[in-house]
Nanobody, 123 residues
Framework: EVQLQASGGGSVQAGGSLRLSCGVSGLIFDDYAIGWFRQAPGKEREGIASISLEDGRRYYTDSVRGRFTISTNNAKNTVYLQMNSLKPEDTAVYYC????????????????WGKGTQVTVSS
């Protein structure tokens, strides 16, 4: 059974940082990429970053590039999303996902969803 367990959400002031973690199990790691999605109130869900577990290639959407960094631990069973210079518009529920496409940018590319974690950025 594939399990994706997101943690690390919370509340922070604008300009602050948070690190999200996603515990990954039940996958053949080299066949998958792990992506982070987010959904803000009243907005569509969007893919913001993904990383290939095979070779480490990373992709970011424009709104987070340069501020967020996606990475894995050596065992590839935990994926991190380091979020710096947070803005109020980053407030959303963040989801960890897995898919076989390298760039998991839309729902159709997702094979497995984890439960979300809330990130709230105050001005």
């Amino acid at each position: 059974e594939v399990q994706l367990q997101a943690s690390g959400g919370g509340s922070v002031q604008a300009g602050g940082s948070l690190r999200l973690s996603c515990g990954v199990s039940g996958l053949i790691f080299d066949d998958y990429a792990i992506g982070w999605f987010r959904q803000a109130p009243g907005k569509e869900r969007e893919g913001i970053a993904s990383i290939s577990l095979e070779d480490g290639r990373r992709y970011y959407t424009d709104s987070v590039r340069g501020r967020f960094t996606i990475s894995t631990n050596n065992a590839k069973n935990t994926v991190y999303l380091q979020m710096n210079s947070l803005k109020p518009e980053d407030t959303a529920v963040y989801y960890c996902t897995a898919g076989t496409s390298i760039w998991i940018s839309t729902d159709v590319a997702v094979d497995h969803w984890g439960k979300g974690t809330q990130v709230t950025v105050s001005s």
